[in-house]
């Protein structure tokens, strides 16, 4: 499959983006849109490359069971700056590596132009970026991919604090 699966969620609105993907969950069907199933998968006949591996997917399976257990407690509403110290707190009681904030050279041509900035960088593997808006738009995913792209890394988490009602993962 070349876009993320989306599934309903109570509480937080999350997207899965590994990097081989070219996300477009916006173009997608309702029907598509509203699939329940696992995280995201490639078909068989798309793969290009090898999926992420068992304690990849356990490691993002922690984030989003923490971000849902912030989400609980806080609910919508608040800044991105007080999930991320939420998240962190989170994740620190379930033992999980991580780190804030993580500087991350962009370079153009093999020429260092600047530095992004990650969220999370989560076991050294996952990237995490958070959100607090009304919904994510096309520009939140490819920021995620641009991360993915230049920290080198194979997945990354979108998670939005602010869906009211329902979420998406």
């Known amino acids: 499959r070349r876009h993320t699966r989306l599934r309903t969620v109570t509480g937080v609105q999350t997207c899965a983006l590994p990097i081989w993907l070219a996300p477009r969950p916006w173009r997608q069907s309702p ?30 399976r922690v984030v989003v069971d923490a971000a849902l257990e912030v989400h609980r ?11 991320e110290q939420a998240l962190g707190v989170e994740l620190g009681l379930r033992a999980v590596r991580f780190a804030r904030q993580v500087p991350v050279a962009v370079t153009y041509k093999s020429v260092a132009i600047g530095e992004a900035r990650l969220d999370f960088l989560v076991a050294e593997r ?28 194979a997945l990354g988490l979108l998670i939005n604090f602010n869906e009211i009602g329902r979420a998406h993962v």
Not at 31 to 60: H, I, M, Y
């Open 73 to 83: 407690i806080l609910g919508p509403g608040l800044l991105e700056s007080v999930y």
């Open 31 to 60: 029907a598509r849109q509203s699939d329940l199933g696992a995280v995201n998968r490639q078909g068989a006949q798309d793969a290009k490359l090898p999926e992420p591996d068992g304690e990849l997917d356990q490691v993002a």
């Open 126 to 153: 996952l990237v995490v970026e958070l959100k607090a808006c009304p919904s994510l738009l096309p520009i939140h995913l490819a920021q995620v991919l641009s991360y993915l792209k230049a920290s080198e890394r």
